[in-house]
């Protein structure tokens, strides 16, 4: 005998949804000195940074005027390795040449 009054079993699910937090960002920091020069900072920003001749020349001269400037936004990791690739690459040179990183606000 077939009764086809009888419900069809089901069952209930439950699903987690794991929320992904976004990586914290740091800041690169130029800090100026007094020694090393307006052209190799500006070479420095172009090769490390990627940016154009007239962005580099306008974070260095900021930096010049203000003590120090942000130079770009990054995750933590790669925001340390260019830092200190940039800061090497000066004191390579003999140049006190300085950029740091902190967590972005």
Do not use: W
């Not at 990586?23 to 940016?51: C, G, S, W």
């Amino acid at each position: 005998m077939n009764d086809s009054t009888t419900k069809p079993k089901t069952r209930t699910r439950t699903r987690t949804k794991t929320k992904v937090e976004r990586p914290k960002l740091h800041k690169v920091i130029l800090i100026n000195d007094d020694y090393t020069p307006r052209e190799f900072v500006t070479m420095i920003l172009k090769a490390e940074f990627r940016m154009t001749e007239d962005q580099a020349y306008k974070v260095m001269i900021t930096a010049h005027k203000l003590g120090s400037c942000v130079v770009a936004v990054f995750t933590k990791d790669v925001a340390e390795t260019k830092a200190t690739r940039a800061t090497d690459a000066g004191r390579a040179k003999g140049y006190p040449l300085l950029f740091t990183t902190e967590p972005e606000e």
